[in-house]
């Protein structure tokens, strides 16, 4: 199981438990994810980081790479649908009435801005 694999298998027991149950066999489908998500990585990173420029030597090239990687992980993991946060629609939780009353606040001084 590489790096990748380790990372979405730990976040979705950590943050989705039960979807984590039910599925039948979470090392071969986390392997599967992990090998997805380097694949991912390194085509993301060799568009992030081209070709060597004019008057670049190997040194700063291979550094540019390896911020090309970490942008490139960045990214990658962040657009990854194992790691959007899950959907609240269905939560149960009302919306805390000091927020609501905030927000009608902020909505009517807006208001009040823009038809000035």
């Not at 976040?11 to 039960?18: A, G, I, S, T």
């Not at 071969?28 to 992030?48: K, M, P």
């Not at 942008?71 to 959907?87: G, V």
């Amino acid at each position: 199981m590489n790096r990748y694999a380790q990372i979405a298998l730990d976040q979705h027991r950590r943050h989705r438990p039960l979807e984590h149950a039910l599925i039948g066999d979470p090392i071969a489908f986390f392997e599967q994810i992990g090998l997805e998500l380097q694949a991912a990585v390194t085509s993301r990173r060799d568009e992030v980081l081209g070709p060597p420029r004019p008057g670049e030597n190997p040194d700063q090239y291979r550094q540019r790479g390896y911020q090309a990687w970490a942008t490139a992980e960045e990214l990658t993991l962040r657009d990854h649908p194992l790691f959007q946060p899950e959907s609240d629609e269905d939560d149960g939780i009302e919306d805390d009435p000091s927020e609501t009353r905030s927000a009608a606040m902020l909505a009517a001084i807006n208001e009040a801005i823009h038809t000035a």
